[in-house]
């Protein structure tokens, strides 16, 4: 029987009407997918039943794509290096991101059975202390995170963008070669349903990076950007009473959600640890390796990046 998490009634529903989930051929799944993984000689991946089963929900139970998305997870994580040595939530840069509260998770949703709520604040830390790098190996591990959500695997995400604070020291950081990167992590390399991203606060000069992130998504995902020139009208996507206390909600204060928020990464502490054993050996793939051109590769006319 399939070692995975028990959804909730509402959730449970949602998997078998939206993602083609069938619970009598999860465990079939399950085992087509670690006999895939095992007969790749390039491939060292996770084989627990919850890690595999948020790539089958994610891709809809189309085994093809689930194996293709988890070949990426792992070849981006072995392109990146420098981003995922330090995969330790106890490390000083990712401390630094956690006490800073530059990622926090909602606690509820719009519908039971809806997205996940996840805000995003670059405006709290130092871009003078901070590097690009940094900012991706943080990244990498959220996304690690929120594979172990159900509500994220299931009902999806919708990332709330503030923007506040954000200096031209910020934006000079996200290059279009990083913003390609960002764009591969977040939308092909792991199974989360991205239902939208809302901008609030948006400073002067953010116009050139939104633009260039729009380029790097693909069309479903451009579609689903916003940008709001006021608080009130993200309202009319999310509730206000979801939303932090300081934005006007009823959903907990700042403190207390990047407490909950640091609570929940240590707790994953030795599960997030583990994944510096697994990637990918590209000398030993059959056909073409995937390398850090291949997967992240741009055209040389925008490798620049003008903020006025």
């Known amino acids: 029987m399939a070692n995975i998490r028990t959804l909730p009634e509402y959730l449970a529903l ?24 095992e007969q790749q000689p390039h491939l060292r991946a996770r084989t627990d039943d919850q890690f595999l089963v948020a790539f089958l929900r994610g891709c809809k139970y189309s085994l093809e794509r689930a194996k293709k998305k988890i070949d990426i997870h792992y070849s981006v994580k072995t392109n990146t290096h ?26 509820n949703t719009i519908t039971p059975d ?15 202390k901070i590097t690009m790098n940094d900012l991706m190996r943080y990244t990498i591990l959220i996304c690690d995170i929120l594979i172990l959500d159900d ?46 991203i809302h901008c609030i606060n948006a400073p002067p000069g953010f116009d050139t990076v939104f633009n260039l992130f729009k380029m790097v998504l693909n069309e479903k995902n451009r579609n689903r950007l916003h940008v709001h020139g006021a608080l009130e009208n993200l309202y009319k996507h999310i509730p206000q009473k979801l939303l932090p206390i300081e934005y006007g909600g009823e959903g907990g204060s700042l403190e207390d959600l990047t407490t909950c928020w640091e609570n929940m990464i240590l707790k994953n502490r030795d599960y997030l640890m583990e994944d510096s054993k697994y990637g990918t050996d590209e000398k030993k793939r059959p056909g073409r390796t995937n390398t850090e051109e291949t997967l992240f590769g741009i055209d040389g006319s925008f490798r620049k990046l003008d903020i006025d």
């Open 14 to 37: 949602k998997a078998q009407n939206e993602l083609n989930e069938v619970p009598e051929t999860i465990e079939e799944d399950l085992n087509a997918l670690k006999t895939w993984i």
């Open 82 to 107: 420098d981003y995922v040595t330090e995969c330790d939530p106890l490390c000083d840069k990712n401390q630094y991101f956690i006490k800073q509260g530059l990622v926090l998770s909602l606690p």
């Open 114 to 128: 809806g997205a996940r709520i996840v805000f995003i604040r670059p405006g709290v830390y130092d871009p003078a």
């Open 151 to 196: 509500q994220w695997t299931v009902g999806g995400g919708i990332g709330v963008l503030d923007l506040v604070n954000v200096t031209v020291a910020h934006l000079i950081q996200y290059t279009p070669l990083s913003m390609k990167k960002l764009s591969v992590i977040c939308q092909d390399a792991v199974p989360l349903r991205l239902k939208g």
